[in-house]
């Protein structure tokens, strides 16, 4: 009965390697290729603030015309009757992009994830996250290149279900 237990360990440690490993290999290979960029372990609990000079119409026309085949989103425009993209994940975060304020020329937004689910601590599918992340600052970048970026932590607050 001991060798069925100590059986049983192992081979759970062994597929946790395993997956573990697959996860390693599938970020490095997007990162080479691109798709994301190294970013700080719990990149999702910061915001992201754009000074530009595109508009948010310019902003949504190529969003519009975006594939966000690493994020698996739909995409909503004009949420709450604000200039915002909502980015609804079919794996279990949303984010979303919104135009704070126009000064000049230049337009502040923001991009946030104001929801995602976890699996032992981590959202389920953090590549997908930093996908998304990625290939907004190309599109403010393929916009404007002197566009700024600044990350600020959110006040985050979590839900621990014991069942």
């Known amino acids: 009965m001991t060798w069925i237990i100590i059986l049983f360990i192992v081979a759970v440690i062994g597929i946790g390697i395993a997956v573990g490993v697959s996860n390693a290999k599938k970020t490095d290979q997007m990162a080479r290729e691109g798709r994301i960029i190294q970013r700080q372990m719990t990149f999702w609990e910061s915001a992201e603030y754009f000074t530009t000079t595109a508009t ?3 902003v949504k026309a190529v969003v519009k ?3 966000f085949s690493d994020s698996y989103v739909d995409i909503y425009y004009n949420v709450e009757g604000k200039q ?3 980015f609804k994940s079919n794996h279990s975060w949303n984010a979303e992009l919104d135009c704070l304020e126009t000064q000049g020329d230049k337009n502040k937004f923001k991009l946030y994830f104001p929801v995602w689910k976890t ?3 981590m ?4 590549n ?3 996908a998304l992340v990625t290939s907004i600052e190309k ?3 393929s916009l404007d290149p002197a566009t700024t970026v600044e990350n600020r932590r959110m006040e985050v607050s979590t839900k621990t279900k014991f069942f």
């Open 139 to 141: 599109i403010f970048l």
């Open 119 to 121: 699996h032992r601590g």
């Open 65 to 67: 015309n975006n594939h």
């Open 84 to 86: 915002a993209i909502v």
């Open 128 to 130: 997908s996250m930093n």
């Open 123 to 126: 959202p389920y599918d953090v």
């Open 56 to 58: 948010y119409e310019q």
